[in-house]
């Protein structure tokens, strides 16, 4: 079976060589059912939109007695309907897929490999990495980790001393704190009382005492003179009287120097000592505060040393496990070296000692059960495209079995055609295959063509776009006059790459010339005013073709300038009414 694109080329060829096309329908059938059938490749070159259909009503091949056959292909303009599609190619890929990759943090190597092709299930071996280096790395940490429990142990039982330290020294603090409140209570409520009751009474003895010796010693002298008392006796009577005179002054004395002197001293001695109690037992909690902070921070330290070591060593055994890398799911093993193979990469092919990097993707897991189509479309048809269009692939690997699809996205961003074609832009469209029996047959980066469906033009008049040819800015088609041809200004609306929509010029049932004429059997005519202005032109002053002010462009879609090649090329693209602008087309007819 050849491809579209060639059976395209030989119809162009055939039709240039005078054969009979293979566009001519009946004529007379009104309307056109859509065949679905392979379309044909974009005329208007890469991108382009092209036609799944066409069907009848297309034309008819008309001979005329005595002409040539190559000189009578004709076709009719027939209401019809048509689609207008495009074709773009690209690769297939898992709709859904798995990256495996390598998530050890030190280059290492494949000492085991699964074999690629293999269809596994989720769990199964896929690679094991060169694991010694961790291993080795575990047992040192390991002893890290002990030593800094170990560490932990004795920095709490160093804050438990600590704390009973503490306690010690604040009740100690206390303690004293509380005897210094208690000796000064005892000083006033004791000692001071009765030092007062002992020095009023010695006071208090002493006067009484001098008061008697007083007494006592005036009866001496009255008696010595009298001469019943000696005087010696009146001399001692005398000292005693001087005696308990300086006693008194002496008790006296006492009583003075302890109100005025002893009590504010032993009063400033004992509220000092409580004073000192007081700071003492604020220095001894602010003490116990530091010391423990010291202690309790160190513990901490101590504590995220250990942690940082549980998590190291906890890292290296997750590193361990990493080193062994199993299906997450079942899936079809693919080697990303191949992939990039398959891109234009260099990557040389996985195997076991092959080194690898962190997070160096090894392993694809395409689900094989639902496949897409990855195809580039040109960026001026990107536009028209949309999520939920209906399409049509192909795949060799089917035989060129047709698969119905639907568009599932729009890449964002063009793509670039590379140093080949560094000014081309694409999109990359992705299209779901409705094939359930996916699994079995269809594999990743197989090479895949799908036309996409990008509109349904009603049955409105139509003729083969081969009969169609510019001049500047008129299009228009070869009628028959006669024994030649005519030329007919028109204007177009939309059209695929086999019809194309007749806006005006032309009408149901006129028969249309679907090749380049020959030499002799073009009637030499300047343009007809009426047909020219039937199409929204006009000439002007100067003898030039020109648009009718405010009709826009008026002989369809894709006109040419002024000063275009007289006697026409056929229109075999350019942008259409209604279609997006797209690469200037190839003739399709000659």
Known sequence: MLPSRNKTLLIALGLAAGGVAALGVLAGQGGTPRSGGVASPPAGGPGAPTSSGGGQGGGQRVTRPGRDAASADLAIATVMGFDITTLATGELEAARQIDIRNQLEQPTTITELVKEGTRVKAGEVLVRLNSEQ??????????????????????????????????????????????????????????????????????????????????????????????????????????????????????????????????????????????????????????????????????????????????????????????????????LVVYATSLNRERGGGDVALDVGRQVSRNQQLIVLPDVSEMVAAVRVHESLAGRIRAGMKATVRVDALGGRAVPGEVLSVGVLAESGGWRDPNLREYTVKVRLDYPEASSVLKPSMRAEAEILLDSVSPTLAVPIQSVFNDGLVRFSYVPRGDQFVRVPVRLGRRSDRFVEIVGGLTEGQRVLVRRPLDGEVAQSAWDAAQLAAVGLKMDEQGRVVPVAGNGRPGGPGNGGPGGRRGGRPEGGGPSSGAPESPPARPSAG
């Open 134 to 331: 961790i291993e080795r790395s575990i047992s040192e940490e390991q002893l890290r980790v002990e030593q800094a429990r170990a560490d932990v142990a004795v920095g709490q039982n160093a804050v438990d001393i600590r704390v009973s330290d503490n306690e010690s020294a604040l009740r100690k603090s206390a303690l004293d704190l509380e005897v210094a409140r208690l000796e000064l209570r005892q000083w006033l409520e004791g000692d001071d009382k009765s030092r007062r009751q002992a020095l009023d009474l010695a006071l208090d003895k002493s006067r009484r005492e001098l008061t008697r010796l007083a007494e006592r010693f005036e009866r001496a002298k009255s008696l010595a003179k009298e001469g019943f008392l000696s005087t010696d006796e009146l001399k001692r009577d005398e000292l005693a009287y001087l005696e308990a005179e300086a006693s008194l002054k002496t008790a006296e004395l006492n009583k003075r120097v302890y109100d005025d002197i002893e009590f504010s001293k032993d009063q400033k001695i004992k509220q000092s000592a409580v004073e000192e109690a007081v700071a003492a037992l604020d220095r001894t909690r602010r003490t116990n505060e530091s010391n423990l902070a010291s202690r309790q921070a160190e513990l901490a330290n101590r504590r995220e040393t250990m942690r940082l070591r549980e998590e190291s060593l906890a890292k290296l055994r997750v590193q361990l496990d990493a080193a062994v890398l199993r299906a997450p799911a079942d899936g």
